[in-house]
């Protein structure tokens, strides 16, 4: 088992973003072209640590879509099972925040290549066998009728080979409302095995009311409820979540917990003035899934996320791009930011 890949299921999409460092989009004129996505960041993200991984996706027959499959394919992703398709990529534009002023995303996705893709049964059954793990997001149920039928069909397969489940939860308000979410999600949380999000997309999705809190130890205990309230009612193996204290756009304190086996595992938390807002939920999800793969104990695992999710979040761009060692030392009691010649 542990010699198979991580497969994951999502959309792919180009992301422009100001040269200049927050700068407003309407006063740009220049703009960098990357990609990402939240299950592509994963995978990414798990390659660079060690593990084969590989994606199920459609990206478009042009030069986009050419140039993001070598982006894949350079971040370490199997890509014999995504489909080049006539259609579009999808596209979002992010506007870094600054000081009090918060970060900004526009999505232009609607009709992408990806979400009218209808993934044949063979592809998810050839896939799926081949693989210890399967990684999907909230994100794309919420692209389109194709989506959750696809992810519908996939569930069943991945299920009948004993494939764990990793669901990131990912609510997007500007995709889809609470409701439809919730309507979704009960049709497949049985299936889950690993659940990871945060406080608002447990408020969000499943109506967890969390009073509004700017202290990070209440935050963590807020936390732990809103974990408490879906594990009395759903079943998972693990769930674990990102806190984030956000005192601006440019400050927060971040770190996360863990539930295994009915107790609460929580790490080191870290004061970081934030370069890029967008990723650090993706590299705390990649380092859960890495420590448990490895059998780290609860506790590694939860260290090894925190470092994952804060250390991404001192670059810019979507993916963690350091390496095991580098994320180790950051999480390390005697690391202060030091020179190394």
């Known amino acids: ?45 798990l390659s660079r640590i060690g593990h084969k991984t590989a994606l199920i996706s459609s990206l478009p027959n042009n030069s986009l879509g050419e140039s993001a499959l070598r982006f894949l394919s350079s971040s370490g992703i199997d890509t014999k099972n995504i489909s080049i398709r006539d259609g579009r990529i999808g596209s979002y534009f992010v506007e870094h925040g600054h000081s009090l002023r918060g970060s900004k995303i ?38 389109s009728k194709v989506c959750r039928e696809n992810i519908l069909n996939a569930l069943e397969i991945a299920k009948n080979n004993k494939v764990k489940i990793i669901f990131d939860l990912n609510f997007r308000r500007n995709l889809w409302d609470g409701r439809d979410a919730l309507s979704f999600m009960e049709k497949i949380i049985d299936n889950i095995d690993i659940l990871i999000g945060n406080i608002g997309s447990i408020n969000d999705v499943f109506g967890f009311k969390s009073p509004f809190s700017k202290s990070f130890p209440e935050l963590v205990r807020i936390s732990e409820d809103a974990c408490n309230f879906l594990t009395d009612k759903y079943n998972f193996d693990v769930i674990a979540l990102t806190v984030r204290n956000q005192i601006n756009a440019t400050q927060n304190e971040l ?87």
């Open 1 to 45: 088992m542990e010699n198979k890949r991580i497969l994951g299921y999502g959309e792919v999409l180009s992301r422009f973003t100001p040269q200049a460092h927050s700068q407003l989009i309407e006063q740009s004129s220049n703009f960098s072209l990357s990609f990402a996505g939240s299950e592509s960041n994963i995978l990414a993200n």
């Open 106 to 143: 526009i999505y232009d996705r609607l009709n992408s290549c990806f979400s009218n893709y209808p993934v044949e049964l063979k592809t998810f059954d050839n896939a799926l066998k081949n693989s210890s793990h399967f990684v999907l997001s909230g994100i794309t149920p919420a692209l």
């Open 255 to 341: 770190g996360g917990l863990i539930k295994i086996n009915n107790k609460f595992y929580k790490g080191k938390s870290f004061e970081i003035n934030i370069k890029d807002r967008l990723g650090g939920g993706d590299a705390f999800s990649a380092g859960i899934i890495h420590g448990l793969i490895e059998n780290y104990s609860p506790q590694q695992i939860i260290d090894f996320s925190n470092s994952c999710f804060a250390l991404t979040q001192t670059v810019l761009g979507d993916l963690n791009c350091f390496s095991k060692s580098d994320i180790l030392e950051f999480g390390s009691d005697s690391y202060i930011g030091h020179i190394k010649r």
